[in-house]
């Protein structure tokens, strides 16, 4: 699986969009771009996912540069409920199975 | 519809103790998955399931095993406890194909 690289930490404040960015210039073609978050130790939550169109729903954007080696996450208005770490992930199915590979990912914290 | 279950949710074991960290789900996905987070890290993956009656490992199946007899139940077997072992594992899910996977709330497991 690609490997992904993300910064370590950013802020936002509320009710600003918040963009987060992650690198994965190894990515091949039939590899999709998930992201995931994980709001305290609570168990990772699916976000958004995409192969090489923009993508919107409910929560976020995502934006996925024509080249495929970078993305952005996009909070469109955050809110201090938004404040967790940002997983983003390059997976290829196994049988079906998502073999998910987590980074470090990006602490994305929200201010008042 | 509860989605994914985890027992216990906490659990302090002794040096070569053995026991069972059940997961169940209800969304009768075909496809399971055992996850480690270690401080400050990202999710490694242990096992996963395709379907009942078939396992694999992940990236760090030593120390556990595995066994999927029906859809809704995937336990995780620590054999022989050890320190090293210490973490918070996670139970996920999935259905078919590129879908978003849920994940249970997490067992926190100390080993002294």
């Known amino acids: 699986d690609a490997k992904t690289t993300q910064p370590p930490s950013m802020d936002c404040a509320e009710g600003r969009a918040a963009n987060l960015p992650c690198n994965h210039s190894t990515i091949s073609g039939n590899e999709y771009v998930y992201w995931y978050r994980q709001i305290h130790s609570q168990g990772p939550q699916y976000i958004i996912h995409?192969?090489?169109n923009n993508e919107t729903n409910e929560m976020a954007s995502l934006i996925i540069t024509e080249d495929r080696k970078s993305s952005t996450l996009i909070l469109p208005h955050a809110t201090l409920r938004d404040t967790a770490v940002y997983y983003c992930i390059v997976l290829l199915l196994i049988q079906g199975a998502q073999k998910l590979v987590f980074g470090q990912g990006t602490r994305l914290t929200i201010n008042p | 519809n509860a989605g994914v279950t985890q027992t216990p949710k906490f659990q302090v074991l002794k040096t070569g103790q053995s026991m069972t960290l059940q997961c169940a789900q209800d969304?009768?996905?075909?496809?399971m998955s055992w996850y480690r987070q270690d401080p400050g890290m990202g999710l490694r993956l242990i096992h996963y399931s395709v379907g009942a009656g078939i396992t694999d490992q992940g990236e760090v199946p030593n120390g556990y095993n595995v066994s999927r007899s029906t859809t809704e139940d995937f336990p995780l077997r620590l054999l022989s406890a050890a320190p090293s072992q210490t973490s918070v594992y996670f139970c996920a899910s999935n259905n078919r194909g590129r879908t978003e996977a849920f994940f249970g709330q997490g067992t926190r497991l100390t080993v002294v």
């Open positions: 995409g192969l090489k």
């Open positions: 969304m009768n996905h075909e496809y």
